[in-house]
Every structure is written in C-alpha cells, then in structure tokens.
C-alpha cells in the first residue's frame, strides 16, 4: 500500500527527530537523575514515543485525508503542496526542539505558555537571543537550513508514487488509517486522551520534563491557557461554597459577604496613627542564595543592613516564577491564579483590588515607577485600569544614566523615584508607590563604575547582577534619607521571584524563597521567621501606615494573631500548597499529593485529606472570585 507507505515515512522522519532531541537532553541532564535507577530513566524515551505519536498523529491526518480523496488529475499539485506541509511542522518541530534547550536553561522547564507569551514581545526578546544566546541562535538556523536543504533535494517521500495506488483501495483505507491515527491522537483507550501529566512518570522532575514533546507542551499549554477560566477542575472536584468554608478557615479570615469575600476591618498597628506613605519597591529576580542575611553569598550588603536594623522575613516565599505574579500579589495581596494571571486577564483590567484603590479615598497620589516598557506583560494597562493615576516608563526618563535591552539602569529607576516622592512631598501629598526593578534580568546588562565585579565571573554574571541591584538599593535610601518624606514613608524591599526556579523535584520549594524587607522608622528592629508569603508582605506593610483600613488580601499582617503559616505556589502548571511544613501538590489530571517539607527537600508521606481540601478550596476561590469580579 504505497499511501500507508509514505505517511509511514513521515513518522518515521518526525519520531526521529523528537528522538534525537529527547537523546540530547537527556545526555546534557544526565547528572540530575542520580537520585534515580538507570533504567527509570531510560523509561523516558518508551514514555516519550507516547507523546511524540500524539503530535505526529495529529500532523498526518490532513494529509492522510488529502491523499486519499483526490483523483489523480490532481497528482502534480497535491505533493507539491503537501512537500510544503510536511516542511513547514518539520522545521517547526527543529526549532522548537532547538529553542527547547535556552529555555530549559533559564527556566528549567520545557517550552510552555511563557514560550508564546513572549512572542509578543520581539524586541526584547530578540535582544536576549542574541546578547545571551547567540551561539544556539546561529546553530538552530545553520540545523533548520540543513534540515531544509536535505528534505527538499531527497526523494526520500514521494507522495506522487501514492496516486499509483488506484482510488477505490485509496478511499477503502482511509477510515481504517483515521482510526489508526484517531487512536494516536487519544493514545489511550480509556475515557480520557492522553494529556501532559502522561509524561509525569517519575519521581525526578527533570526526567519528566524530558519525557514530554516540546511541540505537544506548547500546543497543550495554548489550550489549556485559552480555556484558563473554565477548567479549574482539573485539581479536582468541589463545590465552591464549601470551597469559601475551607479558604476562609485556612486562611484565618472569616468569609462574610459573596460580594465581597474575606473584607474584613484591620485595625492599624502604628500606635502614633500617622498617615504614612507607602512604597514597594519590587526587586527583579532576586532569591535568597544571594542575600547575606538569608544566610547566602554576601552580595547584598545594603539590604543586608536594612535587614539588620529594620524588619526582616527569613521564611518568605513567593507566589509563582513570573513578575506578573509578584506584582500581582504584593499589589494586590492575591494568591496565584491557575493559567494567565490576573495582571493579564480581562475581567480584572478595572475594579480590582489594589493598594492604589485602597487608599484612594484616603488622599493618596499613587504611581507604578517601572525602567522598561510598561505594556510588557499588561503592566500599564492593568495599573492604570486599577486606581493607580501614573504609569511611569522608559520614554519618561530624560538622559538616563544608562539603558539596556530591559529599559534604563536600576540607578536611574531610584534617582527618578526619588524626584517623583520629593514632588508629592512638597505638594503635602501622601502617596502609594511601587517601584519595579529590571537590571536583575538577563542578559544582565550593567553599567560601568558602579559595582566591582565579580573575579572569576562574567561580567553579566548574575551575581554582579544582583550586586548591582543592590547598589540600587542603597543609592536609593541614600538619596531618600535626605528628604522630608523619609521619614513619613513606610518601604518595602521585596523580590518578585527567585531568578531561576529550578530543581528535580515536583516542586523545588526552596527556589521560592526570596528576601523581603520592611523599612519604618517607627518600629524597632525584628526578624520574622515563621512561613510567610507575599500577601502577608503587604498586609504588614500596610499595618504599619496608621489606617484603620477594610481590604480583602488574602494573607495577614504578622503583627496579628490569626496570622496563618501557609503559602499558595505555582509553579507551571503545578500548584503547591504550604502549611508550616506540609506540603500539598496539585497537580492537572492526577491525585493530590501530601510531602513533608524537611531539609529542602520534599519527603512524601501518607495523604492529608484535610490539607488536600484546603489546596483545592484555595484555587476554587481564586478562579470564582475572578470569574464574579468580586476581588475588588
């Protein structure tokens, strides 16, 4: 049968190239499956050829169709145009399997729904490719040339040999051949296709991440985002009143009004009652093995000494791996939303809650001080959108010091929000501001005379990245200990993630944990151990302003005593639920799972039904209040 034969060759031109990339990755991590038998691991391509079938199932189908039907009169247009077909999910599949491994390197994941995220974005993006990785850049096209170049002078599929196959045995074959690939496509038999967490065979992290086919992630992650607001059972089923009863409990907040979830009165905890200013000032990609005081490298003394003589948290952890959930969280005070984050999502562009709205009634001017472009991840948009009046970005700068693929320098970023505070502050205005650094981002460009670099490191090493970063910090109080409003400001100093998330386990927990420093004049000097997250962060920052405020955060001030030891984390596609040191994983399509969180390591022990329903109540209400615009 000379159809079956030529889509035959089709898979087997595609099996091998998933194959040989799947080789590559797994001779490049090979040190990472220690933990793990040999021959677990070699289960990654067995389980592997599962998710390659899926895709290449999928790419034959028009043309199987396509050969099939068509009468021979059209046996010179048909191969030329399915030649063309073939190519182009060909030198797609190469680049993304080439594009796989820079994108594993910095997020330790396989390309996902960040992949095409950032596709939006080409000028930041391109910069990067080619300052960070211009060698994988140059070989990815010379290897897609080849590609080209040999599929197009071999003769290796002849799809014009099909049409000597007589049309009536052509069409007889075609439902059994749909069914063929039918079945690949499902590659189960059960009530339920295949789908990602198919690839979830191991133990190790890292050897599923192998296991999975980049194009199948990035297909899966695209259908799996645009059907982010209705498919939150995924982690499981339960009713969403009984899932405000379980949040409200874990959280430490009684759940009142359904309108108006988890608001409650907070009474401040500055005795003096003062209206003091507030602002955030959001550290870009900035974990806690680089901080002296969180026990890491010494490359942050300036925070270092806030963290000495002000209020330090030694057990925070962040909400997700992205800026947008950072921002979110110590903004708003949410946890992380499965799928697209709210800072993106379009029911929540306007009426959600922020520190801005806040305290909006109150007489405060509010801005969002950020260096880069502010339409980067819908930054601007969701500011303005959210009771903030000014959106402060690159093309605001005059002369900047020095300006890099990411905007101008963290030095300009501090000097510019240093004249903006002194402005209110000379109009008798209170105000709420938060400040988004960006050197801290690859390629970590960084300017000249500022810092002394690193021996025996790039000079765009990251850890003269965040010596630089805190550089910034310092020229920053150093300017604003010198004004009037110093003294009437609150500030926090926190980072929105750690600067690669990374490790083989499910969820490596410890690559969450980042500083977080609150400066105030009028408390004295303390260090906060207990498990906090960033929602916590704001509460106490916003305890410390001297209003008695009504707000919906889902965390609490640590100067209260329902404060509550939990922290909500996503990490893909894979929520981790935190209570003191259990852990819960949630992961799509499969059972939760319970772990003991012991020397940075996750130890799984017997299910904790109730912890279980509290992760899942978590996301439930998360999902419904966005869906109802009742986090406002």
Known sequence: MKLIKELFKVYVIFVAVFLIGRFFFYVVHFERFNDIPFFESILTFIYGLRMDIVVISIILVIPTIILALSPKIFSKFIPKFLNIYILAFLLTAVFIECASFPFFAQYDLRPNYLFIEYLEYPQEVSSLLFKDYKLEFIGAFVIIFLVARTYLKSNFINFEKVFEQSYISRILILLPILLVLFLGIRSSLGHRPVNISDALYSTN???????????????????????TESNVSKYGKMDVKEAYKIASSAIGVDYKDEKRPFYREVKSNLESKKQKNLVIFIQESMGYQFTGFLGGNTLTPNLDNLAKNYISFTNLYSNGTRSVRGLAALTSGTLPIHGVEVVKRNKSQQDYFTVASLL???????????????????????????????????????NPIFTSTWGVSDEDLVIKANEKFKSYSKNKENFVSVMFSSSNHMPFELPDGKIEFEKNLPRGSVENAIKYADFAIGKFF???????????????????????????????????QIPGVIVSQDVPHQTYSRLTSQADVLATALDLIGIDLSYPILGNSIFKDNKKEINLMLFDEIYAYRKEDKVVVLIPNMPPKTYTYKDKKLLEEKSDSILEKEALALVYVLDDMYKNKSYK
Do not use: C
């Open 205 to 227: 992290r890292v050897i599923n991440e192998i296991t999975k086919n980049s194009l199948h992630s990035l297909g899966y992650a695209y259908y799996s985002n645009k059907k």
């Open 360 to 398: 909006k009634p109150y007489g405060y001017k509010s801005s969002f001080i950020y260096g880069g472009e502010a339409r980067f991840d819908n930054m601007k948009s969701w500011y303005l959108g959210n009771g903030f009046d000014e959106v402060i970005e690159q093309k605001d700068y005059t």
């Open 478 to 512: 150093e300017l604003a200990k010198k004004e009037d409003y110093y003294k009437d400001t609150v500030f926090v100093i926190v980072a929105d993630h750690n600067v690669r998330v990374y490790g083989d386990q499910v969820v490596p927990i410890d690559m969450f």
